[in-house]
């Protein structure tokens, strides 16, 4: 695993305990922070207030001779070092990445590890956005059923799945587009075409349906086939498309 060749966007804070560095993702700004320096603050600190006690107890200038030495309360900087922000850095770099295309340093969050680009620049993008969409659905049916909402939920997701399968969609990076579109928006690719289910009777389009909407007619469809070598259905094929098995 490659480390990234340099620091990504980062500020420094402290919450009185010392200072240290909150690095920010390049593509979500989700933050990362290191660890503050806590043994050596409460070290200076303390080597501050003996030397400063000391100093004060000699004659006329003394006082002002500690304010010279004491210097600034490490408690409450807000600037690091090289050699610290180095060592912050350090801490935390194990989960950022540096994607070759675009160059951000990114959390890996927006990684794609099994590509090694960002998911924005990844081969798998559409593979990604699916994956993401997934889970949004798992976590909005999760919050649904919780607030006795997830047979209205069930609803809209057939609803929109019933939508999806009469849609034509890029085999390349997934866009859907109406039916009838002949070249994705998006690439240019040929779009692959929805599966028509026509009446035998009247042609409508029957979407599924055991009885055609328009004129009644029981629809007798043949049962899916599957593979015998692998499994996959076959759609009524000859030969497997997924193995090329011949079928009977």
């Given amino acids: 695993m490659a480390e990234p060749s340099r620091m990504p966007n980062y500020d420094v804070r402290n919450d009185g305990i010392g200072p240290y560095a909150v690095f920010y993702c390049e593509t979500c700004n989700r933050e990362h922070?290191?660890?503050?320096?806590?043994?050596?603050?409460?070290?200076?600190?303390?080597?501050?207030?003996?030397?400063?006690?000391?100093?004060?107890?000699?004659p006329l200038v003394g006082g002002a001779v500690a304010d010279n030495v004491v210097g600034e309360d490490p408690r409450y900087t807000y600037s690091l070092t090289p050699q610290q922000l180095e060592k912050a850095w350090d801490q935390v770099k194990s989960r950022f990445r540096e994607c070759p295309t675009c160059l951000r340093i990114v959390c890996l969050s927006d990684f794609d590890e099994q590509s090694g680009y960002c998911n924005e620049d990844s081969p798998r993008r559409s593979e990604i956005a699916e994956a993401q969409a997934e889970q949004a659905g798992a976590i909005l049916k999760g919050f649904?059923?919780?607030?006795?909402?997830?047979?209205?939920?069930?609803?809209?997701?057939?609803?929109?799945?019933?939508?999806?399968?009469?849609?034509?969609?890029?085999?390349?990076?997934?866009?859907?587009?109406?039916?009838?579109?002949?070249?994705c928006p998006?690439?240019?690719?040929?779009?692959?075409?929805?599966?028509?289910?026509?009446?035998?009777n009247c042609g409508k389009e029957t979407h599924g349906a055991k009885f055609c909407p328009e004129c009644g007619t029981k629809i007798e469809r043949a049962p899916v086939g599957v593979c015998p070598a692998c499994g996959v259905e076959t759609k009524g094929a000859k030969f497997c498309p997924e193995c090329g098995t011949k079928l009977a």
């Fill in 33 to 58: 922070r290191s660890q503050p320096d806590v043994p050596s603050t409460i070290a200076k600190d303390l080597g501050r207030q003996t030397m400063g006690g000391l100093l004060r107890k000699v």
């Fill in 144 to 183: 649904a059923g919780a607030l006795g909402f997830g047979d209205a939920v069930k609803r809209v997701s057939d609803a929109t799945m019933q939508a999806a399968a009469n849609m034509a969609h890029c085999p390349k990076d997934g866009t859907v587009a109406p039916a009838g579109t002949k070249f």
């Fill in 186 to 200: 998006e690439c240019g690719s040929p779009m692959v075409q929805p599966a028509v289910d026509a009446c035998p």
